[in-house]
């Protein structure tokens, strides 16, 4: 159950990371030349998929606080 929560956590930390709005491609994090196309549908997608993964990590650290016998 800690395993899911840490590895949500992660995906939406990565997933923030990529859709910085600083970079138009992924060549901050290389020094290669060529990046992504990044479109608007692709960036709106992006950043659903960003909404999803914050509201899971959410809903789970409730589960899990719920779930555990702290007193």
Avoid: D
Avoid at 21 to 39: A, E, R
Wanted: with cysteine.
């Amino acid at each position: 159950m800690k395993g899911l929560w840490y590895f949500i956590g992660v995906l939406t930390i990565i997933l923030i990371l990529i859709n910085n709005p600083k970079f138009t491609s992924l060549g901050g994090f290389s020094n290669k030349s060529s990046g992504l196309n990044v479109t608007r549908s692709t960036q709106k997608n992006l950043q659903m998929i960003i909404i999803v993964n914050i509201c899971l990590f959410l809903v789970w650290t409730i589960l899990y606080v719920l779930s555990s016998n702290i007193y």
